[in-house]
Every structure is written in structure tokens, then in C-alpha cells.
């Protein structure tokens, strides 16, 4: 999980990075999926939800080039437009409900 901090007047603009994202993360092996969670109240951060099959997976995916490539790409927001550093978290499923 990824908590980022974006001030409201880019909140727009983050959104649209994420449909329109590279999608490089897609094809990596191990990778379930991502979901990106929009604040409801004021001042909390967006969520970046990204499920892998096991911790070895994420690992090489952020040590991969296509990591580097998709968080380097264009289009991508300036500073200004973080109100705080971003807080990665990592957690392991230990129960899961009906699906």
C-alpha cells in the first residue's frame, strides 16, 4: 500500500496518471493487481493498493527496469503537487472474505 499525499488542485491530474499509467507492471510475474483508492475527506492521502503473488515478486518488480521506466515516464506531476511524503506500507494476507 501506498499513501499519497496530493494537494486538491492536482488530485485531477494524479487521477488521470494513473488511467492512463504505462501499464508495464501489468506483465511482471507475480502480479495480481492495483487498485487506486480516491480520499473521501480532506487532507487524507490517496491509497495505492498493488497485490503480488509473493514478496519476491514485488522485489523484482521494483528493482526492474520497467519500475524505473514506468515511474520515470512523462507526464508525470511536478513536487507542488505532494503535500507530504508518500508512506509505503507492505502487508501479507492472513484471512480474506467471499469473492
Given at each position: 500500500?501506498n499513501r499519497i499525499f496530493v494537494k486538491p488542485?492536482?488530485?485531477?491530474?494524479?487521477?488521470?496518471?494513473?488511467?492512463?499509467?504505462?501499464?508495464?507492471?501489468?506483465?511482471?510475474?507475480?502480479?495480481?493487481?492495483?487498485?487506486?483508492?480516491?480520499?473521501?475527506r480532506a487532507g487524507d492521502p490517496f491509497i495505492?493498493?498493488?497485490?503480488?503473488?509473493?514478496m519476491g515478486a514485488f522485489t523484482a518488480w521494483?528493482?526492474?527496469?520497467?519500475?524505473?521506466?514506468?515511474?520515470?515516464?512523462?507526464?508525470?506531476?511536478?513536487?507542488?503537487?505532494?503535500?507530504?511524503?508518500?508512506?509505503?506500507?507492505?502487508?501479507?494476507?492472513?484471512?480474506?472474505?467471499?469473492?
Amino acid at each position: 500500500m501506498n499513501r499519497i499525499f496530493v494537494k486538491p488542485e492536482f488530485a485531477e491530474q494524479f487521477e488521470e496518471r494513473f488511467r492512463t499509467r504505462a501499464g508495464l507492471v501489468d506483465s511482471m510475474p507475480g502480479f495480481v493487481r492495483n487498485e487506486v483508492l480516491r480520499p473521501t475527506r480532506a487532507g487524507d492521502p490517496f491509497i495505492v493498493l498493488t497485490y503480488w503473488d509473493n514478496m519476491g515478486a514485488f522485489t523484482a518488480w521494483t528493482e526492474s527496469d520497467a519500475f524505473k521506466q514506468g515511474h520515470a515516464r512523462s507526464g508525470s506531476l511536478p513536487r507542488e503537487a505532494f503535500s507530504g511524503p508518500n508512506v509505503l506500507e507492505i502487508h501479507e494476507v492472513i484471512g480474506q472474505g467471499a469473492q
